[in-house]
């Protein structure tokens, strides 16, 4: 959001609030990396919202990023949430659209959890926005 944050991976979690539209949000970031999965569901508990960031790129993990989804929203205190999935790395040359990612995720066949794609450039911050503004847009509904 207006600055460029260099990353690696979460290691653990990392805690942050955002505020969108006046809604303030607390974002749990939890490291993805397959030692750190079967700590997750310590994180379920009154989650509203599942934020996932797919690296539009690696088209190698992404049947590793279907099985974790769809093994999360079984999740019974994740009955309730939902999901938000950010096709990142749209700026680089090669990237899968949302629209391809979707149907390898097989997005269409979730009837129990609201879920949006939104393309999106982490760097730049393109999307980030419009797919926060689909969270705010989701409060209270269901």
């Given at each position: 959001?207006?600055?460029?944050?260099?990353?690696?991976?979460?290691?653990?979690?990392?805690?942050?609030?955002?505020?969108?539209?006046?809604?303030?949000?607390?974002?749990?970031?939890?490291?993805?990396?397959?030692?750190?999965?079967?700590?997750?569901?310590?994180?379920?508990?009154?989650?509203?919202?599942?934020?996932?960031?797919?690296?539009?790129?690696?088209?190698?993990?992404?049947?590793?990023?279907?099985?974790?989804?769809?093994?999360?929203?079984?999740?019974?205190?994740?009955?309730?949430?939902?999901?938000?999935?950010?096709?990142?790395?749209?700026?680089?040359?090669?990237?899968?659209?949302?629209?391809?990612?979707?149907?390898?995720?097989?997005l269409?066949?979730?009837?129990?959890?609201?879920?949006?794609?939104?393309?999106?450039?982490?760097l730049?911050?393109?999307?980030?926005?419009?797919?926060l503004?689909?969270?705010?847009?989701?409060?209270?509904?269901?």
């Amino acid at each position: 959001m207006n600055e460029v944050v260099h990353t690696s991976p979460t290691i653990g979690s990392n805690v942050e609030e955002i505020v969108v539209k006046n809604t303030h949000f607390l974002m749990w970031d939890i490291g993805g990396q397959e030692s750190l999965r079967s700590s997750w569901n310590t994180y379920y508990s009154n989650t509203e919202f599942i934020i996932l960031v797919v690296d539009s790129i690696d088209r190698e993990r992404l049947s590793i990023t279907k099985e974790e989804l769809y093994r999360m929203l079984a999740h019974e205190d994740l009955r309730k949430a939902a999901v938000l999935i950010f096709a990142n790395k749209q700026d680089m040359k090669g990237c899968m659209t949302a629209a391809e990612i979707s149907k390898y995720l097989t997005l269409s066949s979730i009837k129990d959890h609201p879920w949006h794609i939104q393309s999106c450039c982490a760097l730049t911050g393109e999307g980030l926005c419009q797919g926060l503004e689909w969270m705010t847009s989701r409060i209270g509904v269901r």
